[in-house]
């Protein structure tokens, strides 16, 4: 199977940008973009996994969806170019930069239960992205959110190459220092990031690191 890098940078400079905060390695992060505004995650550290949902801010249970996404655009990776859509089919957000070149939507985030499925059963108390996922939705005070819309998520910097049979593979991570995507929302939209804390496999080069993200109006 032929690989296909899309990488495509971007102008925007860090000083113009309206937000810019550092996540640390296994923490999160939730926040709302008004359609134009433009988000930039980068990868500082390089092989890291920024698991991401996307909600329709102004109805929220039409949340980020992978199948409508690869269905909508006939490939089961994104890069620019990909429009991440709701359940709907409603687009949320468009990946307009990206040096990184692919990023995953199938492999879902981690969670105490695959953790245990996956490695070991004394792994479960492990910290893991869908605890991070429920800590920042509680934070929110917002009843809307809530624990039942955690499932189909966006792996950015995860490469888990597809093999010819269907499978699925953890790979090492194609993302090196400095590598970014930037988002651009569509509609208003809710962002949530686990900065992944897993350990037990490659996708964070068994070292989780920081994520810094960035926000510019256009
Ligand atoms: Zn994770």
Same mark, same amino acid.
């Given at each position: 199977?032929?690989?296909?890098?899309?990488?495509?940078?971007?102008?925007?400079?860090?000083?113009?940008? @309206?937000?810019?905060?550092?996540?640390?390695?296994?923490?999160?992060?939730? $926040?709302?973009?008004?359609?134009?505004?433009?988000?930039?995650? @980068?990868?500082?550290?390089?092989? *890291?996994?920024?698991?991401?949902?996307?909600?329709?801010?102004?109805?929220?249970?039409?949340?980020?969806?992978?199948?409508?996404?690869?269905?909508?655009?006939?490939?089961?990776?994104?890069?620019?170019?990909?429009?991440?859509?709701?359940?709907?089919?409603?687009?949320?957000?468009?990946?307009?930069?990206?040096?990184?070149?692919?990023?995953? #939507?199938?492999?879902?985030?981690?969670?105490?239960?695959?953790?245990? @499925?996956?490695?070991?059963?004394?792994?479960? $108390? &492990? $910290?893991? /992205?869908?605890?991070?996922? &429920?800590?920042?939705?509680?934070? *929110?005070?917002?009843?809307?959110?809530?624990?039942?819309?955690?499932?189909?998520?966006?792996?950015?910097?995860?490469?888990? !190459?597809?093999?010819?049979?269907?499978?699925?593979?953890?790979?090492?991570?194609?993302?090196?220092?400095? #590598?970014?995507?930037?988002?651009?929302?569509?509609?208003?939209?809710?962002?949530?990031?686990?900065? /992944?804390?897993?350990?037990?496999?490659?996708?964070?080069?068994?070292? !989780?690191? !920081?994520?810094?993200?960035?926000?510019?109006? *256009?």
């Amino acid at each position: 199977m032929q690989t296909v890098f899309n990488r495509i940078e971007s102008s925007r400079r860090p000083e113009e940008a @309206v937000y810019d905060e550092t996540v640390l390695a296994g923490d999160g992060w939730m $926040h709302q973009l008004r359609p134009g505004q433009v988000l930039r995650i @980068v990868d500082l550290e390089g092989n *890291q996994a920024a698991d991401t949902i996307f909600y329709d801010a102004d109805n929220p249970e039409d949340h980020y969806s992978a199948v409508a996404t690869i269905a909508a655009q006939g490939n089961v990776y994104l890069t620019a170019g990909s429009v991440l859509r709701a359940e709907s089919g409603k687009p949320l957000v468009e990946i307009v930069a990206d040096t990184c070149g692919r990023h995953d #939507t199938v492999g879902g985030s981690c969670s105490a239960q695959s953790n245990t @499925v996956r490695y070991a059963h004394e792994k479960l $108390h &492990m $910290h893991n /992205c869908r605890d991070t996922f &429920m800590l920042q939705l509680s934070k *929110q005070q917002d009843v809307r959110y809530t624990k039942r819309d955690l499932a189909p998520n966006v792996n950015f910097f995860m490469n888990v !190459p597809l093999s010819e049979d269907g499978g699925l593979t953890f790979a090492d991570g194609i993302s090196s220092p400095g #590598t970014y995507v930037e988002l651009k929302a569509i509609a208003h939209t809710m962002v949530l990031i686990s900065n /992944c804390p897993q350990l037990n496999n490659p996708c964070n080069a068994y070292n !989780p690191t !920081p994520v810094r993200v960035l926000i510019w109006n *256009q």
